[in-house]
């Protein structure tokens, strides 16, 4: 009924075509799967290498492992720049050179293992040559400065003749070459009445910015001993003198206050942990200024900043805001912030500070915003923060307050230009 099926010689043809293809399709994929096969053992025996190099670095010596001891120093400074960089934290590279009478210094010498002990347990020790030692440090910089001239002192003799060159991540540099560089002027800079030189971080604003934006890549390799950066070095001995603390007050100075507090809210922010920002005026210093003088003046900004650091916890960061004012960014919630706000403002109101014979007092009026409730970066906190304390000087309100939106957002402030925006 529906008559013969309908026959194509192309059936014929199709396949004979495909016969042909099998083998190739085969071959194809057994030459791609040795490809994959190569690159993951080669990965995999490039991490056994890393790993393997990080775990016996500070026990053996660098020849016996078949590497140098710039490959060590290579290997541990990609270790830290990447931890540190995924942790938001900061490090210290310190090049610690001592006058050698009994040959060069090996990572078993006594003197390497005097450093090691004297040094905190996650603290990493290897060699730059066979005169200089390496102490890796997470620390910030002017604690690595500390921990440094505590171990010089725990060491004694061994270390009477010894000079130190420090970097710090990420403010000198975002790579391992960048951090040897400055180190390694730092020490050339060194004196007999300065051992130990951490240059002054210069634009901390400005690196802070490229230091959230940049991807970290590991160092390159270090190529023998490196030439001091003369350019980096002059003058960096009257530069240190401007450190990151305010000098009359001991608290950070204003030029460091954004890249501290831009660091510990990405780490709050990480952490998803709430905190406020606390703008603080101090009130009637004009008048003080002007009656009893500027060292008056002086003297009673210094009493605050006590009264702050000694009722404060020792993370909470403390800086100086413009003349006569401060801020304070604690890791809190915005409840513990009010207690927070009103014990401070008690007390300054209850002190006395001493200048000359003379006893001074003043108050202070204080704005709090909270994260996450007022803003999720450190430029909101500001702006909201400095909206309470504007309206409380302009309505002569000398206490402290909370931010609220339908009463303060009516006041125009600028914002800090060291408070830079961030994406929350």
């Known amino acids: 009924m529906f008559g013969a099926p309908f026959f194509c010689p192309m059936q014929l043809f199709i396949p004979t075509i495909a016969a042909q293809l099998d083998p190739v399709t085969s071959v194809l994929g057994v030459v791609t799967a040795v490809a994959i096969s190569f690159i993951a053992i080669t990965l995999v025996a490039s991490y056994y290498r890393f790993q393997n190099i990080v775990l016996q670095a500070e026990e053996t010596s660098p020849e016996e492992m078949g590497a140098t001891a710039h490959d060590v120093l290579r290997v541990q400074l990609a270790r830290y720049l990447a931890g540190c960089a995924r942790r938001g934290t900061s490090f210290t590279l310190s090049l610690i050179r001592l006058p050698m009478q009994n040959g060069a210094i090996r990572i078993n010498s006594p003197v390497t293992e005097a450093v090691k002990h004297a040094a905190r347990r996650d603290d990493v020790t ?15 910089p002017e604690d690595g400065v500390q921990i440094l001239t505590r171990i010089s002192k725990a060491l004694g003799a061994d270390f009477k003749d010894s000079r130190a060159g420090l970097a710090s991540y990420p403010g000198h540099g975002l790579s391992g070459k960048e951090l040897l560089e400055i180190a390694v002027g730092a020490l050339e800079s060194t004196t007999e009445d300065e051992p130990i030189i951490l240059p002054e ?11 959230e934006s940049e991807v970290v890549e590991a160092p390159e390799k270090v190529e ?13 001995r009257e530069k240190r003198k401007n450190s990151m603390l305010d000098e009359l007050t001991g608290v950070l100075k204003p030029s460091a206050i954004s ?6 809210m990405s780490e709050i922010r990480r952490k998803k942990k709430k905190a406020a920002l606390f703008c603080i005026g101090v009130n009637n210093m004009e008048n003080i200024e002007r009656i009893h003088g500027q ?10 900043s006590q009264v702050l650091q000694d009722n404060l916890r020792a993370d909470d960061l403390i800086g100086r805001h413009e003349k006569y004012a401060y801020l304070i960014l604690s890791e809190c919630t915005l409840e513990e912030a009010e207690i927070i706000g009103k014990r401070i ?8 500070f001493a200048s000359g014979n003379k006893k001074l007092k003043t108050t202070i009026t ?27 000087r302009a309505n002569d309100i000398r206490a402290y307050a909370v931010y609220d939106p339908e009463i303060h957002d009516k006041v125009q402030t600028k914002p800090m230009k060291s408070i830079k925006a961030r994406q929350a």
């Open 259 to 264: 890249a501290y507090m831009q660091r510990t």
């Open 126 to 140: 290897c060699l730059f040559d066979d005169q200089t030692i390496v102490l890796l440090l997470e620390s910030e």
């Open 201 to 211: 971080i210069e634009n901390l604003d400005e690196e802070e910015d490229d230091a």
């Open 224 to 236: 023998g001993p490196l030439e001091p950066a003369e350019e980096k070095s002059a003058g960096w």
């Open 366 to 392: 204080l704005g709090v915003a909270a994260h996450p409730e007022h803003g999720r970066n450190l430029h909101l906190l500001y702006l909201a923060g400095q909206k309470v304390l504007d309206h409380s």
């Open 345 to 352: 403002t008690t007390l300054v109101q209850q002190g006395a």
């Open 295 to 304: 060292d008056a003046a002086d003297d009673v900004m210094a009493g605050v």
